[in-house]
């Protein structure tokens, strides 16, 4: 036989497709030839291959190599094809069956002592060779439990490249991985070790039930980092869709936690203000790493000291907020992720950011207008909770004698109010009252003419923008729904317009 043929997986953001991988031994000088647009680290993959097969006691061809990847249109990238080339080269070889290789998709990194290193991406690649109908896919041992998340595929695990060899030429069958039971999430942080900020918490309640972005703005110490990093475990777990394509970024991005193999809670991500574009939408060499962004896909991407930002960056997050997914376009193709995540920001009231609050402010009121404005436009346009977060004083730790509710008890009214929501936006393919367009909100769900008074008021008074008495009528909608009110009352219209920053011109 001097002909095989085999297969892998060639992903482009989190989308796979098969790739197939043929071999052909010919006369001729010896040497390998590549076909099929192979990037650079494929062509070093050849290197990689050749000297583990030899490292694992099998032999190189001393023949003309001609190795294919198809569809040649297709960018392969990445190290994953080392395992599919050296079962193909064995074959054709005759080393080792070349039936054994022809039904089989291979994922995997190969050592240069002959060991299957895990790769990136195995996720993915697993559903796209099921959707392909493959039935089974040979993986790194270190990727067999991500890989046994895709039930409809038969996952076998491979430590070395003498396990596969062993196995295709039937002395030994690899170890057959099945899904285990899943460890219970370990618990995030929780409400109850916020103290003494009842706006705070409200702000991240309402945050939860309705899907709305937030912007938190108050004094260092005012608590806006300990809220952001509970209102995940306030969000319900991600069904079994949800929790699957959240792996499947993490998986490409390589930050998959060790030992919880499928993500069941929403994550959160908070990138430092010095982050690249890159670090945080996505980018890098070879296989595109998705950013912060992609990877708070149903999630909470958290961005303290906002305005700290560079613009540009944070203008370059607008429109795949909108979206729900952005794509990284690079010089060898394109890669697109999912990412609708609530987006949380928070910003100190000045940037001399003392704790003291106003009386010890050095700033002048030039500055103080300039560091909000960072922030305003068509970003703060896409945030329908804006809320002013006072310092804690030490009367309020004292006060605040008993102890604060749990996060369990608010993510249960969370819960409810969102289940209401649903069933009031059932038919319109939205499920949260952030996703209700304006002109939707106003002709459908106008809360009755008295309930508006102030809030018309303010509109009339130029106070509040059309756009801002959008965003008053969603937050009233999930207060109403928080309170299991049928519809918003004047009280839960008049804490919605109350939930909107007051010194920043919004
Ligand atoms: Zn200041």
Known sequence: MTLARTWSVGLAGVHGAVVDVEVD???????????????AVVRQSVDRVRAAVVNAGGRWPLRRIT????????????????????????????????????????????????????????LPAVLAAARAGHGTVVVPAGNAEEAALVDSVEVLAAATLGDLVAHLAGRAALPR??????????????LADVVGQPIGRRAVEVAAAGGHHLYLTGPPGAGKTMLAERLPSLLPALDEQAALEVTAIHSVAGTLPPGAPLVTRPTFEAPHHSATMAALVGG??????????????????????????????LDTLRQPLERGSVTISRARGAATFPCRAQLVLAANPCPCASAAGDAACTCSPLQRRRYRSRLSGPLLDRIDLRVDLPAVTRAAWLEAGVTPEPTAAVAARVAAARAAAAARLHGTGLVLNSQVPGRLLRERWSPPRPALRLVDRALERGALSVRGYDRVLRVAWTLADLAGRAVPGADDVAEALGMRLQRAAA
């Open 25 to 39: 031994l010919s006369a001729g000088v010896p040497g390998v030839v590549l076909v099929g647009l192979p990037d």
């Open 67 to 122: 190795i294919g990847l198809s569809p040649a249109s297709m960018p392969k990238q990445g190290s994953g094809f080392d395992l599919a080339l050296a079962a193909a080269v064995l074959a054709a070889d005759g080393a080792v069956p070349a039936e054994s290789v022809g039904r089989l998709v291979l994922l995997g990194e190969l050592g240069l002592d002959g060991s299957v290193r895990s790769v990136r991406g195995v």
């Open 177 to 190: 991985h099945v899904r285990g039971a899943l460890p219970p999430p370990a618990p995030g942080p929780d």
């Open 284 to 313: 890098g060499s070879g296989l595109i790493r998705p950013g912060a962004l992609c990877r708070a896909h149903r999630g909470v991407l958290f961005l303290d000291e906002a305005p700290e930002f560079p613009r540009a960056v």
